[in-house]
C-alpha cells in the first residue's frame, strides 16, 4: 500500500501515521518507515500495545481492526484524518478525497456490496432491519474533532462488549454507532473487488458510479479471504499489486493457498464458489453445534458424577485437549491446564498479554473465568507486582505473560509458594513447581 501511496501521491504530500502493535516485527517495522522516508514521505510510528485487548476478534479480523478507532486519541493534535486499510493499492492521487466536505457527518465512507446472506447477517447481529447505509471500514475520512467531542470511541467500544460474537467485529460497531451520521462517497475512493465480480442489480451504487469506479478506481481495495499473493485471487490489478510488491523488500513472499481443493473451485465463477463454500460452511457449523451439542450432554452427566473440581476431571480433559485440540494456541493450552489444576489461581500479565488462540476462543474464555487476572502494563512492573503477590496471605500458582523480571525476582515469588511459567509469545521458562498436567501442555507445543 505504501509504495503505491508514494508512487501515486507527491511524496510531501504524504505523512503516514502507522499504527502497530507488539506482534509485529522490529525488523518489518523498520523496513516500513525506511520506505517511506527513503520516497520522500513522513512518517510516524503509534504503538498501541494493550489498548484494545478486551475486544472481540476472529482470525480473519484481529485486533489490529481496532486500531482506527483510537485514532481520535492517538493524534490529539489533529482535526481530520484519512484512514486507510494495509491491504489496497493506490492508483490516483488522494489530494481530492482529502478535501471532500462531510457536511457536519463525522465520516466519509463508501457503502459495503454485500454477497448473497450477508445482510441476513448483518441484520442479526447488529438488530437492523435494512443494510442499505451499510459501509465499509476499509477507507475512513474522519472528522477528529467531531468524533472526540461526541465520545464516538467508548461508543463503539461498549457497543462491542455488548455484542461479542459479532461476525465483522470492528465493522459491525462502527455502522452500528456512526450510521446516521456518515457522507455515502463514489466507490472509486474503496473499489472492492465486488465491482468486478457482483452483477450490477446486487451493486448498491448508480449505474454511473459502477461504471466511473471500474474505468478510474483510486483506491482498490481488495477485501475478502484472499489476497493478491494468494492462489485464488482473481482481479484485473492483480499484476499491478504485484508489481509494487516487487519494489518493496517483501518481493520474495511465496504464493498463498495453493490446495487441491483450491485447484478445484478455482476455475468456478466468483458466485458459484461463493454459494459452493457458504453452503459447506452452513453444514459445518451445523455439524459443529449438534456435536458441542452432544458434547455439552455427555459433559453435564459426567459432572454428576464427577465433580468439576475433582482429578480425574480434569484429567479427562488435558486428554480431550491433547487428541481433540490441536488447533490451541500454546498460551490458551497452558492456560486451560492451569485452570484446571488450580482454579481460582493467579493470573498476572506483565506487558501486553497476545491471546490467539486458532478458532477455539471459548477455551480461552473458559481458563479466564477459572483464574484470577491482575494486569500490570507499566514499563517496570516488577516492585508493585511483587509487593501484590508476596503479600497474599494464600499463594496460589501464578502465570506471567511477556514477562520482564529477572532469575533473582522469579526466585523471591517461588519462595513465597508460587508456581511461575514465563511465556514470550513461546513458552520460554518454567519456574518452581508446576502441575503434571501444565508440563504435559508445555511438552505438547514444545515438540
Known amino acids: ?21 507488539a506482534s509485529l516485527p522490529d525488523r518489518d517495522l523498520n523496513s516500513l518507515t525506511d520506505l517511506v522516508r527513503e520516497r520522500g514521505g513522513a ?14 476478534w476472529t482470525a480473519r479480523f484481529p485486533l489490529s ?15 481530520r484524518v484519512l484512514y486507510i486499510d494495509a491491504d489496497v493499492l493506490i492508483t490516483a492521487r488522494l489530494e481530492p478525497l482529502w478535501n471532500i466536505d462531510l457536511y457536519g457527518n463525522l465520516i466519509g465512507a463508501i457503502t459495503n456490496p454485500l454477497y448473497p446472506g450477508m445482510a441476513d447477517q448483518i441484520c442479526a447481529d447488529i438488530g437492523w432491519t435494512d443494510v442499505t447505509g451499510y459501509f465499509n471500514s476499509g477507507v475512513l ?38 450510521s446516521d451520521r456518515c457522507r455515502h462517497l463514489h466507490p472509486r475512493w474503496n473499489a472492492m473487488p465486488a465491482l468486478w465480480q457482483l452483477p450490477r442489480r446486487l451493486l448498491p451504487y448508480s449505474d454511473r458510479e459502477i461504471e466511473e469506479a471500474i474505468a478510474d478506481p483510486a483506491i482498490l481495495h481488495f477485501i475478502g479471504p484472499h489476497k493478491p499473493r494468494h492462489f485464488r485471487f482473481r482481479h484485473p490489478y492483480r499484476q499491478t499489486y504485484l508489481w509494487y510488491l516487487s519494489q518493496t523488500p517483501w518481493r520474495d513472499s511465496d504464493q498463498e493457498g495453493r490446495t487441491p481443493w483450491n485447484a478445484l473451485v478455482k476455475p468456478l465463477p466468483v458466485l458459484w464458489s461463493y454459494r459452493v463454500e457458504r ?22 452427566s459426567l459432572r454428576t458424577v464427577i465433580p468439576p473440581d475433582a482429578t480425574v476431571y480434569g484429567w479427562l480433559r488435558a486428554v480431550r485437549r491433547l487428541l481433540f485440540q490441536r488447533g490451541l494456541d500454546a498460551l490458551v493450552d497452558v492456560l486451560d491446564a492451569l485452570s484446571d489444576t488450580r482454579p481460582g489461581a493467579q493470573l498476572v500479565i506483565i506487558g501486553q498479554a497476545n491471546f ?28 508493585a507486582v511483587i509487593e501484590h503477590l508476596t503479600a497474599a496471605k494464600e499463594p496460589a500458582a501464578a502465570l506471567l505473560v511477556q514477562g520482564r523480571g529477572e532469575s533473582a525476582q522469579l526466585a523471591e515469588l517461588t519462595q513465597h509458594g508460587y508456581s511461575l511459567l514465563e511465556l514470550d509469545g513461546a513458552v520460554l521458562a518454567t519456574h518452581g513447581d508446576v ?7 508445555l511438552w505438547r507445543h514444545r515438540n
Open 65 to 79: 481492526a481496532w486500531f482506527r478507532v483510537l485514532l481520535p486519541g492517538l493524534l490529539p493534535d489533529l482535526d
Open 141 to 178: 475520512l474522519i472528522d477528529l474533532t467531531g468524533w472526540r467531542r461526541h465520545g464516538i470511541t467508548d461508543e463503539v467500544f461498549r457497543f462491542a462488549l455488548s455484542r461479542p460474537h459479532l461476525n465483522w467485529p470492528d465493522q459491525d460497531s462502527l455502522n452500528a454507532v456512526l
Open 435 to 441: 502441575s503434571l498436567r501444565v508440563r504435559l501442555a
Open 279 to 300: 453452503q459447506l460452511e452452513l453444514r459445518t457449523r451445523r455439524c459443529k453445534q449438534l456435536g458441542r451439542d452432544a458434547g455439552e450432554l455427555i459433559r453435564a
Open 1 to 21: 500500500m505504501l509504495a503505491s501511496l508514494l508512487s501515486a501521491n507527491p511524496p510531501e504530500t504524504v505523512h503516514v501515521h502507522l499504527l502497530h502493535d
Open 356 to 383: 490467539d488462540p486458532i478458532g477455539d476462543r471459548p477455551t480461552l474464555d473458559r481458563a479466564l473465568s477459572h483464574l484470577q487476572v491482575t494486569r500490570s502494563e507499566s514499563v517496570d512492573p516488577w516492585p
Open 43 to 56: 512518517i510516524d510510528t503509534v504503538d498501541v500495545s494493550g489498548r484494545v485487548e478486551a475486544l472481540a
